[in-house]
């Protein structure tokens, strides 16, 4: 299964040869600037299952110390694309916003991670993970529960 992605404008775009493992809402800081919103909607997916992308469109940057995930967004329109975390050569997981797939195909958010952060309550009835730590370990916990 393939699925399409891209920005806004359309000029940086990737394939996805594979599952989404898990989407969810992040309300971290660097989400907020990154995606210029209040709180970011992410798709996961498998770093390996990358297709197509083109980095001479994308600027990327890495917004903490490492292990920091390395984000790219468009040189165009600004918009993020493609956000991985790597713990070889193209192995690890990628994060891809939401609204860069048009496909109704996308599994519903399953959780809130960062809400410390939050600059906007939400009322739904997804678990809302706070803290730095808490919420790195509730995104592992899911991904390690997904891909088995
Ligand atoms: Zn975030
Ligand atoms: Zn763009």
Not at 29 to 57: E, G, T
Not at 72 to 97: D, E, R
């Amino acid at each position: 299964m393939s699925i399409e992605t891209a920005c806004q404008c359309k000029k940086s775009s990737l394939a996805v040869n594979g599952q989404v493992l898990t989407r969810f809402i992040c309300h971290c800081k660097i989400c907020q600037k990154v995606y210029k919103q209040p709180f970011a909607d992410v798709v996961v997916v498998k770093s390996q299952d990358l297709a197509q992308v083109d980095q001479s469109s994308l600027t990327f940057a890495k917004h903490r110390l490492p292990p920091a995930v390395n984000r790219g967004v468009c040189m165009h329109c600004s918009q993020p694309v493609l956000a991985t975390l790597n713990f070889l050569p193209n192995w690890g997981y990628s994060f891809i916003p939401a609204s860069n797939f048009d496909s109704a195909e996308l599994p519903e958010p399953s959780m809130h991670l960062f809400y410390h952060r939050r600059v906007q309550d939400k009322q739904d009835s997804l678990p809302k993970h706070s803290g730095y730590w808490q919420s790195q370990l509730a995104l592992v916990n899911k991904l390690v529960f997904t891909s088995n």
